[in-house]
């Protein structure tokens, strides 16, 4: 055949070559939205933690009054009974 390398060796070395290019290219890829999706949830996570400032909440109780405050709890006690519901469960399962 034309422009083909003459030793078997080196067809194997190519034929090799050629197939990881997929692989390379996903893992590239794959790495680049890791990073991208990382940056993201750092960015999502200041952003909250900003938000639990106290000069953000004196600011929602100015607006809101109290009841915001009983939102929270009533969020709260919610979600710790609905974790220790689970627990229980759990614990009496073992």
Do not use: W
């Not at 607006?63 to 689970?86: A, C, F, M, P, Q």
Request: proline residues 1%.
């Amino acid at each position: 055949m034309e422009n083909c390398p003459s030793s078997d060796g080196k067809n194997k070395l190519y034929l090799v070559l050629s197939s990881l290019v997929g692989v390379v290219l996903f893992l590239c890829v794959m790495g680049v939205s890791k990073l991208r999706s990382g940056k993201k949830s750092k960015k999502d996570n200041l952003k909250k933690e900003t938000l639990r400032d106290d000069e953000f909440r004196e600011l929602q109780i100015e607006l809101y009054g109290d009841r915001i405050l009983e939102l929270e709890n009533t969020r709260h006690s919610k979600s710790s009974v609905g974790s220790s519901k689970g627990r229980s469960k759990h614990s009496s399962a073992v």
